[in-house]
């Protein structure tokens, strides 16, 4: 074997060695705008159609829309529709629900559902000035809050739902006794509205 054969096979191989680690290279970075195309589908896929703001993770839950306990009416053509109103076994209660705005024209949320407490209108815009009013035990419950004094509720949201749209929100309050089967909800804009614990 020549020394001239030798420096020719030598010269196929590396550029064999080459043009694979190449093609290897382009693969692996197709699959990765690949994958980051599907996990952005996905995060848009998070976000229920019509809603404004971030996707679920952000403080908006997606309710189950199977069932509707009660529709109420606001101002400017607003409905607060309440899916659910759910015990959980650490002693919250959770509502949950979504506005719509059934008008040919956006709707700015007002203020007032942050409601007066500075500290809870930092943490963005929120629902935090839900309220729940047992009757029977003639108690008035509030929005629950972290230890960093932040509302256990939809927050940081766009403040504009546009025409046709809706806004997923969740509140959390602690649970009135078993006895207590129903709530009345209390909120800026809204009649009083009694709904059915589950």
Known sequence: MTVRYVGTVRRYGVSALLATSLA???TACGGDDGGSAKQDSGKESSVPAGSTGSP?????TVPDTSK?????KGEKGIDMVIYAA????????TVSG????TTSQGYTTPNAWMGQEKDVAASGNSVAAMTLVDSKEKKRHYVLRDTDNRP??????EPYIKEGGSLPFFAQFPAPPTT?????LQFPGFPNTPIEIS
């Open 86 to 93: 759910k015990r959980d076994s650490g002693g919250f209660l």
């Open 98 to 101: 979504e506005f719509k705005n």
């Open 152 to 157: 256990l509720t939809t927050s940081g949201f």
């Open 180 to 184: 207590t089967t129903t709530v009345d």
């Open 24 to 26: 290897f290279t382009m």
């Open 68 to 72: 509707i306990l009660v529709t109420a």
């Open 56 to 60: 679920a993770g952000d403080g908006k």
